[in-house]
């Protein structure tokens, strides 16, 4: 019998398990087979085994293809249940989940751009197109807030000032924030020379499509996409990666976690340790600016 096989005999096995024997509800079923259907499926493309070297890297694939920090969550459960199954019923020598239980062991921190990065991915957008003129708005936004790309898609024309803009964040909290004058004068010529073409009293998008709909977060995926590969960035980037970019140059530049905290909009100081890390050049800094021994 080949190992593929094995690994979805195994599985059947397991849900049998749970729906029979554990009783578990319908949805804690569904959930558990989705999760180790692709568990499977990786382990089919990446020619791996039932182990915890295999399971910590499927749970790092989850994290680099964007899945919700709540879906990585319940396919670590969903894995450690699965190979407590397998070793109570001795189709393992160890059980190999119960080292799963650090989200250390699996979770990566989002890549953060250089400064030099950053202006790369800016000028790819100096052309004159209309895309172009909108592309260096929503990036000089992204960068310059730090707000979700939920947040962007929903900006409306009449969230924006002079010098700050009005952010519906999650839970329809609404925060305002700063607007520095290269975002703003980037927004500014998107207005004049693009978004007005569009006027229409049934769409007050900010940003909108070249039929005039409103923008969608895959739009501005996409787009990022490829202004990195035009900038010659190899990095795996997305909108989140210009918000950690905007969290960790603050950082960088001296600002206060507490702060940082309120201009990502986080309800908990924990929340922003996620997106900000210290870089290597500010540990230096402070060790030889505060360290006795330096």
């Not at 729906?19 to 692709?38: G, H, I």
């Not at 992204?142 to 952010?167: A, F, N, P, Q």
């Not at 964040?169 to 500014?188: C, F, H, S, V």
């Not at 918000?243 to 986080?266: F, N, P």
Request: charged share 25%.
């Amino acid at each position: 019998m080949s190992e593929q096989v094995d690994h979805r005999k195994l599985v059947s096995d397991f849900l049998r398990y749970i729906t029979y024997e554990r009783c578990l509800s319908k949805n804690t079923q569904e959930a558990y087979q989705r999760d180790l259907e692709m568990f499977c499926t990786f382990l089919e493309n990446h020619q791996g085994s039932l182990n915890q070297k295999s399971a910590i890297s499927f749970l790092q694939e989850l994290r680099s293809n964007e899945y919700a920090s709540s879906s990585c969550a319940r396919a670590q459960i969903a894995l450690k249940v699965f190979f407590r199954f397998l070793f109570r019923e001795e189709y393992l020598p160890t059980d190999e989940g119960k080292f799963l239980d650090s989200p250390k062991l699996w979770q990566k921190l989002p890549e953060v751009l250089t400064n030099e990065e950053v202006q790369k991915i800016l000028k790819s957008c100096s052309g004159k197109s209309a895309l172009a003129i909108r592309d260096q708005a929503i990036l000089e936004l992204l960068y310059g807030t730090g707000i979700r790309v939920s947040e962007l898609c929903s900006l409306s024309l009449y969230d924006v000032s002079d010098d700050k803009i009005v952010v519906k964040g999650k839970g329809d909290k609404e925060r305002t924030l700063p607007l520095g004058p290269q975002a703003l004068a980037a927004i500014d010529r998107y207005l004049t020379q693009v978004r007005w073409k569009y006027e229409s009293a049934d769409n007050p998008s900010l940003f909108v499509t070249n039929r005039g709909n409103s923008i969608d977060r895959i739009i501005v995926w996409k787009m990022i996409k490829q202004r990195a590969k035009l900038a010659g960035i190899t990095k795996e980037i997305s909108p989140h990666t210009m918000r950690h970019t905007y969290a960790t140059h603050l950082l960088d530049g001296g600002a206060d976690i507490r702060v940082i905290q309120e201009l990502l909009g986080h309800a908990h100081i924990s929340s922003t340790d996620k997106y900000t890390h210290l870089s290597r050049s500010q540990v230096q800094e402070r060790f030889f600016a505060f360290h006795p021994r330096k």
